[in-house]
T-cell receptor, first 116, second 115 residues
Framework: AQSVSQHNHHVILSEAASLELGCNYSYGGTVNLFWYVQYPGQHLQLLLKYFSGDPLVKGIKGFEAEFIKSKFSFNLRKPSVQWSDTAEYFCAVSIVSGGGADGLTFGKGTHLIIQP | KAGVTQTPRYLIKTRGQQVTLSCSPI?????VSWYQQTPGQGLQFLFE???????NKGNFPGRFSGRQFSNSRSEMNVSTLELGDSALYLC??????????????FGNGTRLTVT
C-alpha cells in the first residue's frame, strides 16, 4: 500500500511570508497528484492537480506545486501568503493503472495559520 | 449547480447498531466516492461507485458497504457499529471514474458518533 507524508502538521507564518509545504509519496509507478484545501467551516476543495506534462503546476489563489519524480515529491508553494490562506492543506495521490486511477490516498494534512 | 449534498449532517448511534448515510452528487456527475476522516488516521478512501457498480475499494472491513442508484445518488451503510467508527464521512463526486481528468468535489460530510 502506498503512503503520503506531509512533513509539517502545523505551520505558522506572518502575512507576506513565503510558503512551502512538503509532500512525499511512496509509490514508484505512475501517479496523479493533488493538493486540496479546507478553509475553516468549508468543505474540501481542489487547489491544484498534476496528471502529466509540465511538472510545475499552477492552481488557484496564487498557489503552485512542483512534481519531482526522482524525489517522489509534490511540494506546495506560494510566494506571499495572506491571512485568508489560513486553512488545512492536504496532499493526495492516486495510482494510475491500466484500469484507470484508484481512490485518493491523503496525507495527514498541514494546518496553516497566517498571522496578520 | 448545487454542490454535493450529504444527509444527515450529524448522527449519534450506539455500538452494534447499523447506520445508512446518503449522498447526492453534483448533477451530471456519475462517480461517487466515500472517505472516512478521523483525527488519528486522517482521510481514508472507502470505495467508489460509477454507473451503479463499485469500481474501487479501500482497506475497510466488510461491515462498510455502499450502493449507487440509477440517478447516481449513493448510500453508505455501516453495520455492527464500533466505537472506532466515529468519524466524519465525506462523499465526493466527479464526472469520470477515478481521480483522473476530473477533480473530486466534496460534500460537507456526515459526523457519526458511536457511543
Amino acid at each position: 500500500a502506498q503512503s503520503v507524508s506531509q512533513h509539517n502538521h502545523h505551520v505558522i507564518l506572518s502575512e507576506a511570508a513565503s510558503l512551502e509545504l512538503g509532500c512525499n509519496y511512496s509509490y514508484g509507478g505512475t501517479v496523479n497528484l493533488f493538493w486540496y484545501v479546507q478553509y475553516p467551516g468549508q468543505h474540501l476543495q481542489l487547489l491544484l492537480k498534476y496528471f502529466s506534462g509540465d511538472p510545475l503546476v499552477k492552481g488557484i489563489k496564487g498557489f503552485e506545486a512542483e512534481f519531482i519524480k526522482s524525489k517522489f515529491s509534490f511540494n506546495l508553494r506560494k510566494p506571499s501568503v495572506q491571512w485568508s490562506d489560513t486553512a488545512e492543506y492536504f496532499c493526495a495521490v492516486s495510482i494510475v493503472s491500466g484500469g484507470g486511477a484508484d481512490g485518493l490516498t491523503f496525507g495527514k494534512g498541514t494546518h496553516l495559520i497566517i498571522q496578520p | 449547480k448545487a454542490g454535493v449534498t450529504q444527509t444527515p449532517r450529524y448522527l449519534i448511534k450506539t455500538r452494534g447498531q447499523q447506520v445508512t448515510l446518503s449522498c447526492s452528487p453534483i448533477s451530471g456527475h456519475r462517480s461517487v466516492s466515500w472517505y472516512q476522516q478521523t483525527p488519528g488516521q486522517g482521510l481514508q478512501f472507502l470505495f467508489e461507485y460509477f454507473s451503479e457498480t463499485q469500481r474501487n475499494k479501500g482497506n475497510f472491513p466488510g461491515r462498510f458497504s455502499g450502493r449507487q442508484f440509477s440517478n447516481s445518488r449513493s448510500e453508505m451503510n455501516v453495520s455492527t457499529l464500533e466505537l472506532g467508527d466515529s468519524a466524519l464521512y465525506l462523499c465526493a463526486s466527479s464526472e469520470t471514474l477515478g481521480a483522473t481528468n476530473s477533480p473530486l468535489h466534496f460534500g460537507n460530510g456526515t459526523r457519526l458518533t458511536v457511543t
